[in-house]
């Protein structure tokens, strides 16, 4: 949860130290005791989900202009690696073996990081003006800027926000202030992450296991390439009239039908129940990609981290939860699951109705955004 400090590369050093030790470690003779401690340290460094800091930092470094793209293209690579984990899968058949596969291949992607640079917003929100000139000039290259088509809105960016350091204990006054109003909208966000994982994770590991017609592998690859197609529409949705919220309020619908009518198809039409459960995943998975680029862009700066980190954490027990009530409730009752997980999703679409549109909005600080009624505190902060 804590994507402030994960972004600061010393922090996220540690943890890749740590997750390296972890391998080599296991090769040390050691009691039993000793070796479940470490245990425990392997489990808490593998709960680490790198994906929600790596999609947001692809949001800050890309242009308002390109958002939408730049999401999709993050959605449908994480499809990519479902499909190379299955081959991982299929050609090891072990998960000993898949685990030394897994960890080889995240390996040889480490040294990527010195590549990889840091955002603008985050530099600025923690006042590093040099590193961020140093990140802009870079930027400004690689785009093919002249210096005076930047330099001068950055000089005066700077000296604004040295004007606000001069009031800096009424501003972290009123932030504290703005937090809290922002945390009924910070809940609703996590509502939206609980549901659309616990739909995910129903349809992609148990409605399409429903039935034996295709292999796990295949029907796993198929499910993928579902998944980046709902990715890809997703992307194209968005900047439709539709924008993200009735965006995400039709792909969660779309979901919820589908989870409605598996029930009633499953025994007699199989292959047709399993086209079904591929149209729900098509749904959630458009869900989810929306939703990955909505709930970051109804935050300021200054919380989006931890809003992102919070929607990561309740999501995560939204796919925990999935699997414990299919293991819980008997064939008899399972019809039941369904219909409270289409009446969640019709809730769910409520919910997001409440929240407001983000479409027009760039990556950026805007505290017009942050809540319904501007007030004068917000104009100040602003100047």
């Given amino acids: 949860m804590d994507f402030h400090s994960l ?17 080599f470690l296991q090769f040390v003779k050691m009691s039993v005791n000793t070796k479940f401690i470490l245990l425990i340290i392997n489990q808490m460094v593998s709960g ?58 995240f390996a040889v992607t480490i040294p990527y990081l010195y590549f990889i640079p840091e955002s603008p917003y985050w530099l600025f929100g923690r006042k590093k003006y040099d590193e961020l000139e140093t990140c802009l000039r870079k930027i400004a290259k690689i785009n093919r800027r002249e210096e005076n088509e930047w330099f001068p809105y950055y000089t005066k960016l700077i000296e604004e926000s040295r004007i606000v350091q001069r009031t800096e204990t009424k501003a972290k006054t009123k932030k504290r202030e703005k937090v809290l109003r922002l945390l009924p909208r910070l809940i609703m966000c996590g509502s939206i992450e609980f549901v659309t994982m616990l739909l995910y994770t129903k349809i992609t590991y148990g409605l399409g296991a429903m039935n034996e017609t295709l292999s796990p592998y295949t029907n796993f690859i198929i499910g993928a390439v579902v998944e980046g197609i709902g990715y890809l529409a997703a992307g194209l949705a968005i900047t439709t009239v539709l924008g993200r919220k009735y965006s995400l309020i039709i792909f969660v619908l779309l979901t919820a039908s589908s989870i409605l009518t598996i029930p ?120």
Avoid: C
Avoid at 9 to 15: E, T
Avoid at 81 to 96: K, P, S
């Fill in 48 to 105: 680490i989900d790198p994906y929600g800091i790596v999609f947001l930092l692809i949001m800050e470094l890309t242009s308002s202009s390109h958002t939408s793209f730049a999401a999709g293209v993050a959605m449908v690579a994480y499809t990519v690696g479902e499909i190379i984990f299955t081959g991982f899968a299929y050609a090891a058949r072990d998960w000993l073996n898949l685990k030394w596969l897994m960890s080889v291949y």
């Fill in 7 to 23: 972004r600061d590369w010393n922090v996220l050093r540690l943890y890749i130290i740590t997750g390296i030790t972890q391998v």
């Fill in 264 to 383: 009633f198809i499953t025994e007699s039409y199989p292959i047709i129940a399993t086209v079904v459960s591929q149209i729900g995943k098509f749904g959630v998975s458009g869900a989810v990609s929306v939703s990955w680029l909505f709930v970051p862009e109804l935050f300021p700066i200054y919380m989006r981290g931890l809003a992102n980190g919070i929607f990561v954490f309740v999501g995560s027990f939204g796919s925990m939860v999935a699997p414990i009530i299919n293991t819980a409730v008997d064939k008899k009752n399972d019809r039941i699951t369904n219909y409270v997980y289409a009446g969640l999703t019709v809730v769910l679409a409520g919910v997001i109705a409440t929240l407001p549109e983000t479409r027009d909005r760039s990556f950026d600080d805007g505290e017009e955004y942050a809540s319904k009624n501007q007030t004068e505190d917000d104009a100040d902060d602003k100047f």
